[in-house]
Every structure is written in C-alpha cells, then in structure tokens.
C-alpha cells in the first residue's frame, strides 16, 4: 500500500497526569528523520518515544511536538529567586550610588530583567506516571498521520496507474509504427536512386539490403519488451505494503534509459513526438514518486 510521507496527525489523551498532546507534521526526505520538541522534563523519554514514532514511519522528515498540561495550564516549568545574585546586585547599586551620588531607585522590572536573578527551572516530573499518557498520544497522532498517509497515497495510486496506462499505448503506437517506418525508408531510397538514375536499372539487391540494415539498426524491440517489464514491475511494486520509494525511483531511472535509446534507434519524427510524450509522463511519475515513502 503506497504512502504518501507527506502528512499531519494529533492525539490527545487525558488522565490523572493531566492532558497529553501530540502533534506530528511529516514532509519527504530521502531518509527517516525524526525532530522531536519535548519538554526538558520528559528528555529521558526521548529515546522510548523516537522508538515509537521509528515502528510507524519508514522514511521522511518527522517533526513531533508533546505537551502536557496539569489542571489547566501547560506550564511545565517553575521560577525561583537566586537570593544569593540579588543581594550581590543590590550591593553594587549601593555602592556605585554612594560613589556617584547617584538616586538609589531600583525598579522591580529592571531587577528581575538581569541576569540569572530569575532561575527557570524544569517542574519535576514522575517519568513512570506520565509515561502511558504521552504513549497514548503519539499513538493517537500517529494513526491519525499514518491515515492521512494512506489517503494521499491512494490518490498517488490511481494517478501511477493512469500514467502507467498512457505510457503503455504510447508504447503501443510506437511498436505498431516501426514497420511503416522500415517501409517509408525503403520506398525513399528507390525513389531517390530512380530519380538521380533515370537511365539505370536500380539494384534491388541492394536496396533490399540497405533497407535490412535500417530496419536493424531501428529495431527497438529489445527496449519495448524491456520498457513493459519495468511499467509492470511499476504496478508490482505499487501494490505491495512496504517502503517503495526508493525501488521506484531507480525503476523510473530505468523506464528514462530505455525511452532515451528508443528515440536514438528509431529515426522518425512520429516516435520522437511519441517519446516527448513518454519523456513528460515519466517526469510526472517522478515527482510523485519524491513524496512516496
């Protein structure tokens, strides 16, 4: 089942411990990279909760953000008065008053804008009781993100296989074209030796054989049969329920490669229009394929 990496999901969950919430924001990315913005308190949870959020998603840029809020407020932090650094500034200000002659009025603003006079400190936390509520929120957001995936993904489905259909008749028309191609060569070539030959008889031995090694060296029929291989391996691979990604990309790679030789082997200006053609709709595959994890 194809997924689309880029997604969002959230969870809540409620409990003695207060209320928990995930939000989780994912956008494609050639690897699995997980952000996680946490509250200093819970850090030691980080590695359980990167492990969580590894067993839902394969591949992409993973920004998640948890909160919790006690009774109210999602303060997770408290504030204490380093008396020690404010009896030292208030000592200074004397002094520089009586050095300077100066008025000794200190605003309680100005006292609490200088440094470390108030200490942010993390509110301490029980690992063990908030575990479950932050473990039943990331779940909550990551089906929540892993649904919007399938979503996406479906719509990346049909449009491959719609694409995938027109590649095929493109590729149809150009094998159905060949033969005329060989023909309208061969019927050239005795017009133009009939015409600058009036008088001489035109070997048609040799005709016969110029247009032999034409229609070799315009046999396309190795890059077709290869060329549907791979737009079947495409619908393979987009059926099966894992990371495609990558397979896909190099698969397209592939697809490019053999268009590529199509359109130097077979000279005539309806195959090239044809391969412009395949060219765009492969180009179109491709960039679906960035955000298909």
């Not at 999901?9 to 409990?15: L, N, P, Q």
């Not at 200088?114 to 200490?119: E, G, Q």
């Not at 995938?164 to 060569?185: E, F, N, S, W």
Request: charged letters at 35%; one cysteine or more; a negative charge.
């Amino acid at each position: 089942m194809i997924k689309s990496m880029t997604a969002y999901g959230r969870g809540e969950w409620e409990g003695e411990g207060g209320l928990f919430t995930a939000e989780i924001k994912s956008v494609n990315n050639r690897y699995r990279d997980i952000i996680l913005r946490i509250p200093k308190n819970i850090q030691p949870l980080e590695d359980e909760l990167r492990s969580w959020v590894s067993s839902k998603v394969r591949r992409g840029r993973i920004e998640v953000s948890l909160q919790i809020r006690h009774n109210g407020s999602d303060s997770s932090y408290r504030l204490d008065l380093n008396v020690p650094l404010a009896e030292a500034y208030f000592k200074i200000f004397d002094q520089v008053a009586r050095q300077f002659g100066l008025d000794r009025d200190i605003r309680l603003e100005s006292l609490c804008q200088l440094k470390d006079v108030i200490l942010v400190k993390a509110e301490e936390i029980d690992l063990d009781r908030v575990r479950t509520g932050f473990h039943e929120a990331l779940e909550a957001a990551l089906d929540s993100l892993d649904q919007m995936r399938l979503r996406e993904g479906e719509a990346i489905k049909a449009d491959f296989l719609r694409r995938l259909d027109l590649l095929g008749t493109y590729l149809k028309d150009i094998k159905d074209r060949v033969p005329h191609v060989v023909q309208a060569y061969g019927k050239r070539l005795r017009e133009n030796l009939n015409r600058m030959l009036a008088e001489v008889e035109v070997d048609e031995a040799r005709v016969a054989q110029e247009v032999a090694i034409l229609a070799d060296r315009s046999d396309v029929t190795e890059e077709i049969v290869r060329l549907r291989s791979h737009l079947s391996q495409f619908r393979v691979y987009v059926s099966q329920d894992e990371a495609l990604g990558r397979r896909l990309d190099f698969l397209l790679q592939e697809m490019n490669r053999e268009v590529n030789t199509l359109s130097s082997k077979a000279s005539d200006a309806t195959i090239s229009r044809i391969v412009v053609e395949m060219k765009a709709e492969l180009e179109k595959l491709r960039e679906q394929v960035q955000n298909v994890e």
